[in-house]
């Protein structure tokens, strides 16, 4: 693995929460996309070298709905780039880590993405990222 590509963060409203990471980066989201796949819609900062990716839910009972539900608002997730992804996947599945998808898949930010079960991985949800080849 490589750098810490972004942080996610889980917030119930990014109407409310971009004019406040705006605020607080002072810098202007440069980015917002709905996934589909997933059920949320993002928005984009870059602070210097570093990116933070807010998430919102799309659906009542979305993956970020039901963290929200459970944890609250928060730190959800931590992003590494890696430069091949499925070789990175085979290398923890078997180092005994619980990939949740077996197969990359399109995440935001034009980026194939794999996420690691948190149960494995001291409670942190660690999200694998490629560029798009
Ligand atoms: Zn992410």
Redesign the pocket.
């Known amino acids: 693995m490589e750098k810490v590509e972004?942080i996610?963060i889980a917030v119930k409203s990014l109407a409310a929460s971009v004019p406040l990471f705006e605020k607080l980066l002072n810098t202007p989201c440069y980015k917002t996309e709905a996934v589909a796949s997933e059920a949320v819609r993002t928005a984009f900062f870059q602070s210097g070298p570093n990116k933070i990716?807010l998430l919102e839910s799309a659906t009542e009972d979305g993956v970020i709905a039901k963290f929200i539900e459970k944890k609250g608002e928060g730190i959800h997730?931590i992003?590494f780039d890696v430069t091949d992804i499925r070789a990175e996947m085979a290398r923890l599945k078997s180092e005994g880590f619980t990939l949740l998808n077996e197969q990359p898949k399109a995440?935001?930010d034009d980026k194939l993405?794999c996420f690691l079960h948190p149960k494995g991985t001291n409670g942190v949800l660690i999200?694998l990222?490629q560029p798009k080849p």
Request: glycine share 20%.
């Open positions: 972004h996610g990716e997730h992003a995440g935001a993405v999200e990222c």
